[in-house]
């Protein structure tokens, strides 16, 4: 939960965006405020006109400038109601999209462990909802709001004039009325913030309920997750209920408070005409400039409300944009007189910034030759997948270094970086568009040539056989390809992408053993002047690599060729060989296995 | 109905022609009749309020003007008694005012969240009926958008609408009342100003349903585009599409903004508009008033009051504009709403199900054939048995259909021809629950849902307790990463560190499946990520599970290309095109020279 913020000072944040546009908006203002002025006109000139020119036996001219009169300030209040709507809505809609595209900006820049903490429920309820509801009140309720207190202002003006006891009377009711606008205020935002957070966050359970639709499925969990939904589903309605509840008592403060008033100011004022103290004829104007007014501070409870509402949506803007981006490149970035790719890791730390007792990777040294192929094993959960995460900058380390040739990764360009190391990782993301542009996508080339050769190399020939071929929409909106296929192309992705540095997270999980080793050897002679780091569950993995690195326990604790390690070092044989070892039950199955496959053979 | 518009079929076109115009328009009608129907008792009580809260409101100035033509006089003739008696009442109708509108702003609330919570849950539900095979082509971003801005619309609609519009109506009547109680000619004059005002609403309507239902088309787009983004955040990173995609969202913004504005604009025609008829009913009637007064027909009086009833009459109308708006609006979003409803789950629980309480696991392929939709045959005619208790693993290259047996099984599609049965029961008569109690699937894509890792096991069993849950986990080998965690099994999965890598999130799918204990197990790749240590305990869990600890084993379903999983098979099946084109134990058909023995010679080279 947020804290609390003044109401100005939040709105005030608007100020960068809504300044170019502050002359329309006065102008809307103005027109507004013409438009209900003559309004409230027509009715004293309709009296007037009629009372002064009208007789029976009287010139026809005085009926027909009557009716043009009348006709002419009709079409005014028309052609006022049409302007500030002119003036307002495109700044106000132009705003509100800025906004939107600078917020979507903001958030890819923000580093990634923002997105492990942020469900996109939430952020597109920012995007979505809280910038719609901003714009209607900047373009009606903002308006509307300054209209309403200078009528109520003037109105008050007037009534002073008329009679200033009866207009004490009235104003006394403001006494109350500010009091509980102070409450309602408090009360208001802290509803409103949570049920647009509760909104937010069933976003996100819809979102999740959808991608994870197949698990649900397969376990027959629909009814939990329908019951789960039902339930914050139940919440939010809970708390928009109560967010009424509050409008409600608002309302009915405003609108009893100065009818109360007017009551006592009825008694009151007949008795002042009863003792000649005022004329009946100020009596009556007093009462109709009270009807006037009435209803815009009636209307005052909805507007507050709304502008309420639109701070907290200027609140939880901010809260985004507010959160900086850590992971930025340096504004004089330096980057290494040669380019050759040797990749350094200098006492490399990792923990997760809310979890920093926890570290999941401790003083990692390791040297990668450029050119040279590298293989990383070790156990689930020994830290594989956050050392290859450090290297594109996805996350940055909490200690040491590492270095590309020489130079602090953090004194790079993050782009420049990100365009000399290639990642491929284990969980694909495929975006909805063609193959092309798919596997095209980090490349600097985008011809027909590099997109070739990298479905070559990575065994992808399917995709010409696909509906449309190459030009096939994949993805989310597009068709649905199998695992295998799947890794195939983003293994293209990132090969297509040529960089100086490629990570690949265990790029061939997916594949059965024909094509792993297709891919396999179109690798190597790719790999021979690429800078490599892969990591490997598998021997025939490895057996990419020139040189392996063991991580054990976010530690490297060994580094050396596959048969030296295999010699060498038990924790190794154990994470890699599966033909020895324990389970042993397994292991005589397996050589019996293939005692009788050799007999049979023969 | 035509069919060109069933379901989400033709979702992203504003322009529809006449007759598939009406066809949603009513649909939308339809949907939107049967949310108020279960509240229409709500619904008139809010009403009955809006309308006497309105009487109570016009109280206040009756009793002004008895006060000053009255009490005053009275009270000038010493007695007070109608003084008091005004001030009574004026208090009495402010306190009924002020209570009443109090009363319908938290009903027309209550009316609008039982109507919207109705719908969300009905939209839930039923996209989570909704096969595999709409998931596959309708993407989360767009089903996002249907359960937020498209609710959003609907919202704005019942929040501001059922008041104004009540209000609104009954001011107009009783105006009008007045207005032919004064002086009939005038009283059809109001009237025939309502002949303009229908053309520019029909104008209007006719417009502003394309507006609206282009805004609805490319908000999906912009949110679709959104939660792409967001949720492949890392890939986004990793190859430098930021510039391409803030180019796209921004185009789709500037889109969005363009319709909003057109929608907008519609509005600041109608609404001025209907204003302007209104001012000009007014001129027309001092003119032709105005002249019977010269001639004598009619009193300045009457003249005087007709003209400011008229003008009191147009007042509302800004009011119905804007309802009318809304409700463009809201139907526009209904209309794709009520779409994504009408689809039709092309896997559908049976009306009379077969009860199958404990199932033994023998798997019968009769003469199956399958085909997606009406695409190419994928599997042709199948015969396959699979007694229960037999571990069967199924092998073949990426794209020979093992995953497509697998979904068959699992029932994520349904055969097109033949029979596919548990224990002698058609899988398409055995109801929801005995399907996934006893079948259940474990995929490459181990998807966890935010909370905590407990949690996440528990999917396998809800009611299973915290040592049930351990157990499980032990037994794949997650146990000890899981207790690593800040939390342990309360971890997060989203939180302080509970981020865990593909290999882990395997495991717990695995503990997933391991909970669920169902008779049937099927794995497709469910080990690609794991490493041989963790997958070695994979498979000695795994081995447990089959044996049993009840009397009889399990049957399984095994797709794996690491042929040490497939080793422990007591079966082979290799699948190449649909068709199972070897079968047997490992051994012969290692023996045997095909296929098998192929792959497993060229995995037998790629260890060590």
Known sequence: MAKQTLFFRSISRLYPHVRPIIPRLLLGLLCALLASIVALAIPQVLRVLVNESLKPGGATEAVWV??????????????????????????ATTVETRMRVSLYGHLQELAVSFHDRWGSGQLLSRAMTDLNFLRRWMAFGAIMLVVTTLTVIIGLAAMFWMSWQLALIFLAAAVPITINSFRFRTRFSKVARRSQDQAGDLATTVEESVHGIRVLKAFGRSREALENFNEQAEELRQTEIEKARHQATFTMVVTLLPELALGAGLVVGIILCAGGQLSIGALVAFFATAAVIASPVEFSGMLLAMALTAKTAVDRHYEVMDTENTITGPSQPSRPRHLAGALRFNDASFAFEDAPDKPILANVNLEVRPGETMALVGITGSGKSAL?????????????????????????DVQELRRMVSVAFEDTTLFSSSVRDNVLLGASERSDAVLGEALDVAQAHFAYSLPDGVDTLIGEEGLSLSGGQ????ALARAIAARPRVLVLDDPLSALDVHTEELVEARLREVLRDTTTLIVAHRPSTVALADRVALLEDGRITAVGTHTELLAGNAHYRYVIASLDQEPRDLDTELSELEDQAEEVTR | MSTATFGTANEDNAHLSKSDSRAVRRRSLALLGSLIRPVRLRFWLTIAMVVLSQATRVAGPALIAFGIDHALPALQAGDNLPLVFTGAAYLLAAVATAGLTA????????????????????????????????????TSGRIIARQTSDLEALRELLDSGVSSLASGLLFMVFTAITVFALDWRSGLLVLAAGVPMFFLARWYQKHSQIAFRESRVVSARLIVHFVETMTGIRAVKAFRKEPENAETYGQLAEDYRKVTVRSINLNGIFQPGLVLIGNVCVAVVLL???????????????????????????????????FYNSFQSAQAALEKVSGLLEEVPTVRPPKNPVPLPGARGAIDFKEVEFRYGHGPVVVP????????????????????????????IARFYDVTSGSLTLDGVDLRDLSTTDLRRNIVMVTQEAFLFSGTVADNIALGRPEASREEIEEAAKAVGAHEFILQLPDGYDTDVNKRGGRVSSGQRQLISFARAFLARPAVLILDEATSSLDIPSERLVQHGLAQLLAGTDSAGRTALIIAHRLSTVETADRVLVVHDGRIVEDGSPAELIGGGGRFADLHGAWKDSLV
């Open chain 1, 66 to 91: 009557a009716a043009g009169v009348i006709l002419v300030l009709g079409v005014a209040e028309a052609v006022l109601v049409a302007l500030r709507r002119q003036f307002v809505i495109n700044p």
């Open chain 1, 388 to 412: 290859i995460q450090l290297v594109p900058r996805l996350f940055d380390v909490t200690d040491g270094a590492i270095t590309i040739d020489g130079v602090d990764l953090r004194d790079f």
């Open chain 1, 486 to 489: 799947r890794q195939r192309i």
């Open chain 2, 381 to 408: 005619r199948l015969n396959l048995q699979i007694p229960a208790g037999q571990t069967v693993a199924l092998v073949g290259q990426t794209g020979a259909g093992k995953s497509t047996l697998a979904k068959l």
């Open chain 2, 103 to 138: 009363l319908y702003v938290t009903s027309t609330a209550r009316l609008s969240q039982a109507m919207l919570l109705d719908l969300r849950v009905r939209v839930f539900r039923h996209t989570q009926r909704l096969s595999l095979e709409f998931h596959e082509k309708y």
């Open chain 2, 288 to 322: 032709v008033g105005g002249f019977r007064v010269l001639t004598g027909d009619l009193a300045v009086g009457v003249l005087l009051a007709l003209i400011l009833s008229t003008k009191r009459f147009f007042q509302p109308v800004d009011q119905m504009a804007m």
